[in-house]
T-cell receptor, first 112, second 114 residues
Framework: DQQVKQNSPSLSVQEGRISILNCDYTNSMFDYFLWYKKYPAEGPTFLISISSIKDKNEDGRFTVFLNKSAKHLSLHIVPSQPGDSAVYFCAASRAGANNLFFGTGTRLTVIP | DAEITQSPRHKITETGRQVTLACHQTWNHNNMFWYRQDLGHGLRLIHYSYGVQDTNKGEVSDGYSVSRSNTEDLPLTLESAASSQTSVYFC?????????????FGPGTRLTVL
């Protein structure tokens, strides 16, 4: 049973506009949520995370929003750049545990 | 600089052959993981280890095995390769649990089983 879901397999955005990537989860016991970015022929790299006790975390152009009541989080990229074109994975974890639960990924294409 | 490496980067093999994919990390991380990435499935956990001599089955462990004889290495073995095991395989490592449990990934191995 997929505990972390990314229902949009792909997203296209114009350069300079906002990209919004969405993620839903089913397990209310998750304590942390992470976003990973993956370029072709490379391994995923960590982008940003948020604790379940917060509703927003910002790092430069990247902001993650968490809505615990809706079991939903989103990654906002503003402004989007062509170099942001990649597959983005949402992941979740529990405090004290070592495993991450990954979503299926969303391919973002930023059009110049 | 500390890193995590995988070898080979590409491998073509035949059905029924035994294949071993190597993973080596120099971070001295206790935790190591193997995932496979397939279209429509994202990253699925195959096996993981929380330390030397410790191994555990993940979501899709059938047909795979791992062993952990030291901190740095977690080789993944396909006992008898099947076409369904054609995939991209990623190794990852992380320190002991704490915080968001960020994992650090290797560059991947693309395996084709003919």
């Amino acid at each position: 049973d997929q505990q972390v879901k990314q229902n949009s397999p792909s997203l296209s955005v114009q350069e300079g506009r906002i990209s919004i990537l969405n993620c839903d989860y089913t397990n209310s016991m998750f304590d942390y949520f992470l976003w990973y970015k993956k370029y072709p022929a490379e391994g995923p790299t960590f982008l940003i995370s948020i604790s379940s006790i917060k509703d927003k975390n910002e790092d430069g152009r990247f902001t993650v929003f968490l809505n615990k009541s809706a079991k939903h989080l989103s990654l906002h990229i503003v402004p989007s750049q062509p170099g942001d074109s990649a597959v983005y994975f949402c992941a979740a974890s529990r405090a004290g545990a070592n495993n991450l639960f990954f979503g299926t990924g969303t391919r973002l294409t930023v059009i110049p | 600089d500390a890193e995590i490496t995988q070898s080979p980067r590409h491998k073509i093999t035949e059905t029924g052959r035994q294949v071993t994919l190597a993973c080596h990390q120099t971070w001295n991380h206790n935790n190591m993981f193997w995932y496979r990435q397939d279209l429509g499935h994202g990253l699925r956990l195959i096996h993981y280890s929380y330390g030397v001599q410790d191994t555990n089955k993940g979501e899709v462990s059938d047909g795979y095995s791992v062993s952990r004889s030291n901190t740095e290495d977690l080789p993944l073995t396909l006992e008898s390769a099947a076409s369904s095991q054609t995939s991209v395989y990623f190794c990852a490592s992380s320190p002991l649990a704490g915080g968001p449990n960020e994992q650090f990934f290797g560059p991947g191995t693309r395996l084709t089983v003919l």
